[in-house]
């Protein structure tokens, strides 16, 4: 008997390199069977942890754990696959249910949103623009220097004034 999981496919993706790495790694470092117990209890929409809900249906970060339990059903669990896909749709059909009952929140808005940019913006580093030199000429037809320049100029014709006289 094969399980139909068309209900989950509308919340999988394609698994990324690094998600496959950790799973690997979990793996092999806690066992097959307890990455799946953390799996189930990352999909589980029912947690509250200090008054928010730690998952929800609508939530990226519920496609990424139902990619990475799917994932982990695949490659590991081949002798238990239809059981394992089993308790995978039954906690997704509790979650549905659960959100009938208490539908599921959006954070932020637009508000938060346009925050967030900004606050995202503010790390990038500022892009300095190249500045394209226009070389601009006086009457006489010699170059107009920059403040900068004659600044610099004047600095190193001091600099040149400036004589030493080494006692001998």
């Known amino acids: ?69 799917l994932y982990v059903i695949q490659t590991w669990f081949e002798d238990k696959y239809n059981d394992k896909l089993l308790e995978v749709l039954e906690q997704h059909n509790k979650n549905i249910e659960y959100e009938k009952l208490n539908p599921p929140i959006m954070y932020g808005g637009k508000k938060a949103a346009k925050r967030l940019q900004e606050h995202m913006d503010s790390l990038k580093p500022a892009r300095r623009r190249n500045k394209q030199s226009v070389m601009k000429f006086d009457e006489n037809g010699e170059p107009i220097k920059s403040a900068a320049e004659r600044k610099l100029a004047a600095r190193v014709a001091k600099i040149n004034i400036l004589m030493f006289k080494p006692k001998s």
């Not at 979990?26 to 209890?41: H, S």
């Not at 008054?51 to 496609?63: C, E, H, L, N, P």
């Open 1 to 69: 008997m094969n399980v139909d999981i068309n209900p989950l496919m509308q919340y999988t993706e394609p698994i990324s390199q690094f998600d496959q790495d950790i799973l690997q790694k979990d793996v092999t470092e806690f066992g097959r069977d307890v990455v799946f117990a953390r799996q189930l209890l990352n999909l589980d929409c029912s947690r509250i942890v200090k008054g928010y809900r730690v998952q929800q249906t609508i939530s990226y970060t519920y496609i990424v754990e139902m990619t990475r339990t």
